[in-house]
């Protein structure tokens, strides 16, 4: 069974950084895919970027290309969300989420993190 835990969520100023961890155990090929969504108070689930173990090559929605980086450290079984230049829209719980295979969308992600909340305001 894969467990996924997140940390790194706070309160940070506009133009302000945050980095998010997501360490993962029980990992197999059902978790191969490492993807971070984010949920905003009264919105849907929205996909921020993924991840694989293997290739590590990462892919981002438009709205956070160019601000935000994903990365992994296979030996720590964790996966990282570094956030630049946030904006009171990036204000949202921020979910650690594996799969088999890549995908855009939450319903094909067999694993969930709890959520951290992510606070940007001055």
């Known amino acids: 069974q894969v467990q996924l835990v997140e940390s790194g969520g706070g309160l940070v100023q506009p133009g302000g950084s945050l980095r998010l961890s997501c360490t993962a155990s029980?990992?197999?090929?059902?978790?191969?895919?490492m993807a971070w969504f984010r949920q905003g108070l009264g919105k849907e689930r929205e996909f921020v970027g993924a991840i694989n173990w293997s290739v590590g090559r990462p892919y981002y929605s438009d709205s956070v290309k160019g601000r935000f980086t994903i990365s992994r450290d296979n030996a720590k079984n964790t996966v990282y969300l570094q956030m630049n230049n946030l904006s009171p829209d990036d204000t949202a719980v921020y979910y650690c989420?594996?799969?088999?295979?890549?995908?855009?969308?939450?319903?094909?992600?067999?694993?969930w993190g709890q959520g951290t909340q992510v606070t940007v305001s001055s």
């Open positions: 029980g990992r197999s090929t059902s978790s191969e895919l």
């Open positions: 989420a594996a799969t088999r295979s890549f995908s855009l969308f939450a319903s094909s992600y067999t694993y």
